[in-house]
């Protein structure tokens, strides 16, 4: 967790508008995959917002109301119920991003873990994943973004 001036002004870049590529929420306490992310989506241009802990999320969100996250990866682990907890608030202050839930696959066969996936409209991702699977979600879900606001993107460079 970013603590100071350091953390002050990482968050501020984090709210920062990013011209290309798409806002992301990450929640892994893994910096092992936080880091695997970090390489390869902020390669391909999209905006991170990184966090190791549930807590420091959930404090943040109101700061997000202006410019959400078009797409979250939130770590569950079964025996902490924050991470139950934060994947409940993203789905309810957010209701049109994209809720990728990353996950063991021992834990996606428990019942808690399948009711949630849908009472929160969540997309699997089990671990360990290859970064394809990532990109191939992100754009499953520029494609989702489309369908909702009725804009084909070809309609958009168009426009450009």
Do not use: C, W
């Amino acid at each position: 967790m970013t603590t100071g001036k350091v953390g002050q002004f990482r968050q501020q870049q984090a709210l920062q508008q990013v011209p290309n590529g798409k806002r992301i929420l990450v929640i892994e306490p893994s910096r092992t995959i936080r880091g695997f992310l970090a390489v390869y989506l902020q390669e391909a241009g999209h905006q991170l917002i990184m966090f190791e802990d549930y807590q420091t999320p959930a404090q943040m969100l109101p700061a997000f109301q202006a410019q959400p996250p078009e797409l979250a990866f939130v770590a569950l682990r079964t025996t902490r119920a924050e991470s139950f907890r934060i994947i409940d608030l993203l789905r309810r202050q957010f209701t049109h991003m994209t809720l990728i839930i990353m996950m063991a696959q021992e834990e996606s066969r428990e019942y808690a873990v399948q009711r949630l996936l849908d009472t929160a409209q969540a997309v699997p991702l089990l671990k360990p994943f290859r970064i394809k699977d990532v990109f191939s979600l992100i754009a499953a879900a520029g494609q989702a973004t489309y369908m909702l606001s009725g804009t084909r993107s070809t309609d958009r460079q168009e426009r450009a």
